[in-house]
């Protein structure tokens, strides 16, 4: 058999060997591969290039690599297993902002200036240091702050304000091709989003992209470039419906002459106000 038969074989052998010890290793971006996982990733890239290429025997190439890809293995599975072998191996967090004060020893000890702390915080958004209550450097070199309480951002709790659940939306069409999975998860059918693109008068063929949120408005992208179509007010149909019907209630209560409807009438009128006033939050935005 020809050599370069041989490395091609090689090489895609070793190559589907380090997919799958990158799959076991663990899902993790860039920026929160520790110490010891860089240093398996290096390894092991070096080794495979010199495997391939016949600088360093397949057998003993094959050893390297199965050491190196079952010690991070065992020293993650050890690091769950205790705190102090977790420190040691992933080594602690450091404190660089204190109630509001930098901590300058910390600071020295992870090697970084004044600079680096105000560029890392701008990366947050956090522009101004006097905003700053707390902050603290991960093992993976990422630093996350903690705001002063009066400079954070106001959320719907602090206002007492009752607001939907939210849940990721789900993309129901894509490539012009209707998913029915995620259309089931929302209690949804075919039925109702080929319903809602007529509505639209847009074709299915013509869908680049369509999403349902938790709340069931549509979003839609198409494959030409025509102005943003706007995405349909089901919660609000819904509530003006309600809110309709209330009003009917109200105005038959008034016309009938019959004390019996009358009473029957403004009961349930009542009713849909209270009802009206516990949907408003989630149904109105």
């Known amino acids: 058999m020809q050599e370069w038969v041989l490395i091609l074989l090689k090489t895609i052998g070793l190559f589907i060997l380090v997919w799958a010890a990158v799959r076991l290793l663990g899902k993790k971006s860039l920026t929160q591969i520790d110490t010891v996982n860089f240093m398996c990733y290096f390894i092991i890239a070096d080794i495979t290039l010199l495997a391939s290429v016949n600088i360093v025997p397949l057998f003993y ?136 693109l007529n509505k639209m008068g847009v074709a299915l063929e013509n869908v680049f992209i369509a999403q349902v949120d938790s709340s069931g408005d549509l979003y839609l992208d198409l494959f030409d470039d025509v102005p943003q179509l706007p995405p349909p007010k ?12 209330q009003a009917d209630l109200t105005t038959f209560s008034l016309e009938t002459e019959d004390t019996e409807a009358k009473t029957m009438y403004s009961r349930n009128a009542q009713k849909l106000e209270d009802l009206l006033k516990r949907l408003r939050p989630y149904l109105l935005r």
């Open 234 to 245: 089901i919660k609000e149909m819904l509530y003006a419906t309600l809110e309709k019907c």
């Open 61 to 196: 190439a094959f050893i390297v690599l199965i050491t190196w890809i079952s010690l991070p293995i065992a020293l993650d599975y050890l690091s769950i297993k205790s705190k102090m072998l977790h420190d040691l191996i992933k080594g602690k967090e450091s404190v660089l902002v204190k109630h509001g004060k930098i901590m300058e020893e910390n600071l020295l000890k992870t090697r970084m200036t004044g600079e680096d702390l105000l560029a890392q915080l701008r990366s947050k958004n956090v522009f101004n240091l006097a905003d700053v209550e707390f902050a603290v450097m991960e093992t993976n070199g990422e630093i996350n702050p903690f705001l002063k309480s009066h400079k954070k951002p106001i959320t719907a709790y602090d206002l007492s304000i009752k607001v939907a659940p939210q849940a990721e939306p789900q993309t129901v069409a894509l490539d012009g091709n209707l998913l029915e999975e995620p259309l089931a998860s929302l209690g949804l059918t075919p039925e109702w989003l080929k319903t809602e």
